[in-house]
């Protein structure tokens, strides 16, 4: 279950807010908006 460090809140994998920046994926808190990742799409 990823955890933020910003707000120190659990997520589920669905939970998470998901944006497509070109060929990448961009994974965002959904409290605080703060970015968890970045993954290049398939």
């Known amino acids: 279950m990823p ?3 910003g ?3 659990d997520f589920t ?3 998470l807010v998901r ?3 070109g ?3 961009l994974v ?3 409290d605080c908006g703060l970015s968890l990742g ?3 799409r398939r």
Do not use: A, N
């Open 3 to 5: 955890t933020c460090s």
């Open 7 to 9: 707000c120190s809140g």
């Open 13 to 15: 994998p669905e939970e």
């Open 19 to 21: 944006h497509e920046d």
């Open 23 to 25: 060929p990448l994926l």
């Open 28 to 30: 965002h808190c959904p």
């Open 38 to 40: 970045s993954y290049r």
